[in-house]
């Protein structure tokens, strides 16, 4: 499916199969000079017949086409070594091709989740159905990197890059100042909350997360062009809605350490989550994962912040509560 939203700037929806997130938007900027593709969908049959049905539609010749890549994450990365050619640049930022390039990514992951509890006999099979291993791209294009504030032409757009760490760790969107619009990957989305995870002691990514969302919430946008589900046109009240969910969050996480000291794993069973389950056990092994990091990632926050503390016992982290005074009422985003 195809929809022009200006003049020459499209909507491709790109399918996402067994994927909550149901579709990716590719946003595609059609010029007489190059074309510009924001994300482009999973390294997987179902994404490149997608995107080449779209493309031919709208005469794209990829030749003549660069990438903007919001994020790392594979149902916006993934397909890009397929339709990238030789000529093409691939935009994206630094932090993430640093974690690209590196080696041991995965294992580093895998050892810090068993650390905050994550069950071995369930760790294997939950990485092998992780979408950012099956549907990865093959190989890395070469990557022009850009920092906040850089600006990338296509055709009439003037796009500003912004950069918005949270939902990873170096993610970036595109602001349109003429047109007041954001392009905005997976930070800000309708009906569905962006995912926070956090994989390593080095990081906060809510935090991160907070002041980005504040950043944007300063911005003169009319309508933001989200990375998956509808279009958004009024960006500070979902702004508002993310950090009120993030607070209950915060409060919730708080709540399930009352008492006894739990590991990062042990309170994700207990958190709230949207998903049709009816209980943690019959969670997908993926959707566990993806909860542990996010629970993870307020567990970090409340830790920063002096709420909580660790112990850590052998080779397994567990999180306690601090005495803290008017606890949980204490926290206010
Ligand atoms: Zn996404």
């Known amino acids: ?10 909507r491709v929806e790109v399918p996402l199969p067994n994927s909550p997130l149901k579709f990716l938007n590719s946003y595609v900027i059609r010029s007489s000079d190059r074309n510009l593709i924001v994300d482009t969908g999973l390294n997987r049959k179902e994404c490149l017949d997608a995107m080449q049905s779209g493309l031919q539609q709208l005469d794209i010749d990829l030749e003549k ?17 397929k339709l990238a050619t030789s000529s093409s640049r691939v935009f994206f930022n630094r932090p993430e091709r640093e974690l690209i390039e590196a080696s041991g990514w995965w294992e580093r992951m895998v050892a ?52 918005t760490p949270g939902h990873s760790l170096g993610h970036m969107c595109l602001y349109e ?3 007041k619009i954001l392009v905005a990957g997976d930070h800000i989305l309708i009906d569905i909350t962006p995912n926070i995870q956090c994989w390593s002691d080095d990081h906060n990514p809510l935090e991160n997360y907070l002041t980005s969302l504040d950043k944007v919430n300063n911005m ?35 709540s399930i350490l009352e008492d006894d000291p739990q590991t990062a794993y042990q309170v994700a069973s207990q958190m709230t989550w949207d998903l049709d389950c009816d209980s943690w ?41 601090n005495d803290h005074p008017g606890l949980p009422h204490a926290i206010s985003l």
Not at 2 to 10: R, Y
Not at 138 to 149: F, N, Y
Request: hydrophobic content about 35%.
């Open 1 to 10: 499916m195809i929809e022009e939203i200006q003049p020459d700037l499209f």
């Open 65 to 81: 086409t660069d990438f903007f890549i919001t994020h790392l994450h594979a149902d916006h990365f993934g397909l890009v070594s």
């Open 112 to 163: 810090y989740a068993a650390k905050n509890g994550f069950p071995e006999n369930e760790l294997q099979a939950a990485i092998r159905s992780h979408p950012g291993r099956e549907f990865a791209s093959e190989w890395v294009p070469k990557i022009s990197v850009l920092k906040d504030g850089d600006e990338i032409v296509a055709g009439t757009y003037c796009f500003k890059c912004v950069s």
């Open 177 to 179: 100042p003429k047109r």
């Open 220 to 254: 003169e946008i009319d309508l933001v062009l989200p990375g998956h589900r509808r279009l958004i046109t009024d960006h500070k009240t979902r702004i508002a809605e993310l950090k009120e969910h993030h607070e209950t969050r915060l409060k919730e996480v708080l």
């Open 281 to 321: 056990e019959e969670f997908p092994r993926a959707q566990k994962w993806f909860a542990t990091g996010e629970g993870i990632g307020h567990l970090r926050y409340l830790e920063k912040k002096g709420f909580i503390s660790r112990r850590d016992e052998g080779t397994m982290t567990r999180f306690t509560r």
